[in-house]
């Protein structure tokens, strides 16, 4: 299963690519309950996390032209974009940032504990999620380009949070 919906949301990701906006539709209500789930943990005023989910769709359908499949699944390419827009919104926001971010990996670790992650990815995933630094941040600390830290991202979180569980809301 988790492979045909990997294969509907990368038809999709094209489609939106060449711009069919009902596509992005399809997309949207394909995966915006596990998006929630995801910004849920880090922005708390509900106005808030609409404005969040409406700039990850946005971007989405500006950046589809440029998901890699080679780089991870669709849904874990989403969750990223997912967490990078809601950190982004975290940092703005002055009390319990990290605390949030905590939660968004026990949102995923009922599909497999930081613990089974290579050690590269582990430390991406910490350092990230936990402590809150960018990609760009966290890549200086580790000594690793920005691509090299985001794929481990990519990998982790297509562990941690496999496209087959981005399932359809109709």
Known sequence: ??????????????????RDSDALL????????????????????ADEREAVMER????VWDEAAGYDAAHGSPGAWLI???????????RREPV??????RDVIELH????SLETLPAIQRKCVELTYYRG???????EHLGMTSDATSGALSEAMGTL???????SVG
């Open 1 to 18: 299963m988790a492979s045909t919906v990997t294969a509907d949301l990368q038809s999709l990701l094209h489609r939106i690519a060449q």
């Open 26 to 45: 399809r997309f949207y209500d394909r995966t915006s309950d596990r998006v929630f789930g995801v910004i849920g943990n880090l922005v708390a005023d």
């Open 56 to 59: 990850i769709y946005l971007r």
């Open 80 to 90: 990223s974009l997912a967490h990078e827009l809601a950190v982004g919104h975290a």
């Open 96 to 101: 319990g940032a990290a605390r949030r971010a």
């Open 109 to 112: 670790g009922d599909n497999a």
């Open 133 to 139: 630094m960018t990609v760009g941040e966290a890549s």
């Open 161 to 167: 949070a496999p496209a087959g569980e981005l399932r």
